[in-house]
């Protein structure tokens, strides 16, 4: 459970990351409007680029989404496990008790 959470607070980290590069993806996003609404003489170079671009942006966030579901359910996993050694823990030293008793 320990080394999931340790994995989610870096995954954090990228998170944050990705979100400072989408303000960057924005901004080269308008320029490439901007070129593209001029008549820019690479019109065509700038929009293969631009279509480039989004299409990695939208996979690597997709992979990013998928990867921190993929964290959440390790953890709940986890947490399952220990809940249920814990109470398993505790039924065995009923069980043992009550056979003491008798």
């Known amino acids: 459970l ?3 959470q340790k994995l989610v607070t870096e995954f954090d980290q990228v998170v944050r990351e990705l979100a400072s590069a989408g303000e960057r993806i924005a901004a080269v996003r308008r320029t490439q409007e901007e070129l593209l609404r001029s008549g820019h003489p690479f019109g065509v ?6 279509t480039d671009l989004q299409h ?12 921190q579901q ?5 953890i709940q996993v986890h947490k399952f496990d220990q809940d249920a050694d814990e109470t398993l823990g505790w ?3 009923k069980e043992a008790h009550q056979v003491a008793l008798e």
């Open 70 to 74: 993929a964290l959440q359910g390790a």
């Open 56 to 67: 990695l942006w939208s996979r690597v966030n997709e992979v990013a989404n998928e990867r």
């Open 2 to 4: 320990a080394e999931c």
């Open 91 to 93: 039924l065995e030293e």
């Open 45 to 50: 170079s700038i929009k293969a680029k631009g």
